[in-house]
């Protein structure tokens, strides 16, 4: 059965959930005692954040707790500052309970946390505890990185929402770099109101935006082959209610300048990880899982000119695609934010409907909508575009009214 918890719980009430579920659900890899973040509830304190917990991805710094990177390469290790988003976010108020589980350097291999609807199933990856928690009910919200899939995949699996801003709109400082072409911050949180109030703290934006046309594109893709039965039911159920709403829903064939976006981003990705991690595989690469071994190991084999002519095809493409978004009127896309329900703890679920958006670095939003075969979480994606975020989420909160999904 699908947890549901009310947004406005209380310090003490997330606090106790902590506490009756953590064991099972292993969201958290370090955490401040409850007597400190109940002391520090009580302090007074202004701005839009006032009252709310905050988790934070292990590959986020905060100058209060360690920063491990989900790799015991990393064990113990303790930054002296708060990354930009986790002190922006202090200042406008936010509790930091604690820091998330994340996968190994925020790749694909699975870690400790289970999904809280069924612990036998993924809570997706990278950003697991992080998504984990908001669900549970044991914080308010939650940071997390999206590098490829991050946020949206584990929003998906857990049944919460998931928003990733346009790449570069928040700075990185302070974040461990996977890919400095795709890395960006987002967050979690149990409705669109709570997402929204969240840009706004990290933006000065406001929560709306005011060009909204009313208009969302059915878009399944060049990747639509990997959508469950389910995936396939739940975009046809989002778009009537859309259109029960009175949003003019169009379908969209897939886009010619975005059938090569996959592979060179793969391309662009491998190859900067390689590089990224020179001093980690060069010193401790005993300490890295076998997966992330193998992926190196590929890594290597891909030059210069390769990954130059994979930058030129995206960014071909993100000019192309521009264009597109510009002259369709479309607010958004709705297209899958994952293949189906949650797989199993082994893995962390399938990247594929989260790949091309990220590279392309357009604002994306995964809303809840439903419940699968197996009662697992099912939702969509809503794909904006670049600097168009506060139209993006314009769009999922008259979404969400419509599958009256909201918590």
């Given at each position: ?289 076998d997966l992330v071994q193998r992926m190196l190991v590929k890594a290597e084999a891909i030059g210069l000119d390769e990954y130059l002519s994979a930058q030129a095809t995206l960014r071909s493409a993100q000019e ?88």
């Amino acid at each position: 059965m699908i947890v549901v918890v009310d947004s406005g719980s209380s310090v003490l009430e997330e606090l106790q959930r902590v506490n009756e579920r953590d064991s099972a659900v292993q969201a958290w890899v370090a955490r401040h005692s409850d007597e400190d973040i109940i002391e520090a509830s009580t302090t007074p304190r202004g701005g839009p954040l006032t009252g709310w917990t905050l988790g934070v991805k292990d590959v986020i710094n905060t100058y209060d707790l360690p920063t491990e990177r989900g790799s015991p390469i990393y064990a113990g290790n303790r930054p002296t500052e708060d990354a930009a988003c986790v002190a922006l976010a202090r200042e406008a108020g936010a509790l930091v309970t604690g820091k998330t589980v994340t996968t190994e350097f925020a790749l694909f291999t699975p870690n400790v946390t289970k999904n809280p609807h069924d612990l036998n199933r993924t809570p997706g990856g990278s950003s697991s505890g992080s998504a984990a928690a908001v669900a549970d009910g044991q914080v308010r919200s939650a940071f997390g990185t999206q590098t490829v899939g991050s946020v949206i995949r584990p929003a998906a699996f857990c049944g919460v929402v998931g928003f990733k801003p346009t790449r570069e709109l928040l700075p990185m400082a302070g974040v461990a770099t996977l890919s400095h072409s795709f890395d960006s911050v987002g967050w979690f949180t149990r409705n669109v109101a709570d997402c929204a109030t969240m840009f706004r703290s990290l933006t000065a934006g406001a929560t709306t935006g005011g060009s909204f046309q009313g208009k969302i594109g059915r878009y399944l893709s060049h990747q639509w082959k990997a959508a469950a039965p389910e995936t396939a039911t739940v975009v046809d159920h989002s778009c009537s209610e859309l259109t029960n709403a009175g949003i003019e829903v169009v379908d969209v064939e897939p886009q010619p300048h975005l059938e090569l976006v996959f592979d060179a981003a793969n391309t662009i990705l491998h190859y900067e990880i390689f590089r990224v991690f020179a001093w980690e595989r060069t010193h401790h690469f005993d300490l890295i899982s076998d997966l992330v071994q193998r992926m190196l190991v590929k890594a290597e084999a891909i030059g210069l000119d390769e990954y130059l002519s994979a930058q030129a095809t995206l960014r071909s493409a993100q000019e192309a695609h521009d264009e597109f978004m510009n002259a369709s009127g479309f607010d958004a896309l709705l297209t899958p934010s994952a293949p189906g329900e949650a797989p199993s703890i082994e893995t962390t679920g399938d990247s594929v409907f989260n790949r091309v958006w990220t590279s392309l670095g357009v604002p994306t939003v995964h809303l809840p909508v439903t419940s699968g075969p197996s009662g697992l979480p099912l939702g969509i994606q809503l794909v904006g575009q670049r600097w168009s975020d506060q139209r993006l989420l314009t769009s999922a909160g008259l979404a969400e009214s419509s599958f009256g999904h909201a918590q």
